[in-house]
């Protein structure tokens, strides 16, 4: 475990090779700067989970890979391409990188397999789309089941499925994933974590995750950070701030 981090740290951390990479990088909103010197250091195929107080951050971090805050300053990149000017659609596009939203993002009135085509809507080629949904509802039986149902009517462990599945669509080599447990029953929160096991170990999703419930989250990933006010204040592996002591009395309630 280090403390206050520097982006030599946070390479040596991995110990492999960089595929998602942010380096100083000072972004916020409008002119309100959020997020301060932040770095973040990724391999391809592993997880990382994000951690901290309310307000701290975290979020903007996921914001901004993705392109939806302002950058004042620094780099983000994937596999050694610069993608930080690029915009949402773009990065899904071009660069593989998918965001599920810490909000619901169903369209309610919408059945299960609308929603799913929804997250393919850039695609050029329909066909692709249609192979894409099928390739998901193979994995997925639960959503198979329930196709041709509205949205409305799912569980909230269904919805936060037929989220994740939704960003599938665009086989995005990167996930971004804000907060999945939040708001669902333990049971459900344990089939989200299967989910996303099964996307890395199967599948080689890299995924950087933000999560309130840190003792899953941290349990879930190769390495989490613990981000205050803008600011990575810890890192290690997700094992090593699981046993911290200061870790356990802040996040784990303990
Ligand atoms: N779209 C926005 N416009 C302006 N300010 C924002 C916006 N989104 C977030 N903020 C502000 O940025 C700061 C960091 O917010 P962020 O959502 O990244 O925190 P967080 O760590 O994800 O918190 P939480 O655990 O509550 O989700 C907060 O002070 C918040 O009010
Ligand atoms: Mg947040």
Redo the contacts with the bound molecule.
Sequence with gaps: MIKNPTAKDLHDLINGEEFLSIKDLNA???K?E?LHDFNLSLEKGRSLCLI?????????VL?SIYGLSSIFKGSISLEEKNVTQLSPSEKLKHGGITYVL?DSSIFPDLTVRENLMMGAYIHENQKEAEIECERIFDKYERLFDRKDHKAKVLSGGERRLLEISRSLMMNPEVMLID?PSIGLEPRFIDMVFDILSDLQEKEGKTILL?E?NAKKGLEFSDFGYV?VSGKIVMAGTGEELLKNEEVGRLFLGG
């Design positions: 916020g909103y409008g309100m959020i901290g107080p309310n307000g701290a951050g975290k979020s903007t914001h810490q907060e933000v309130q981000l």
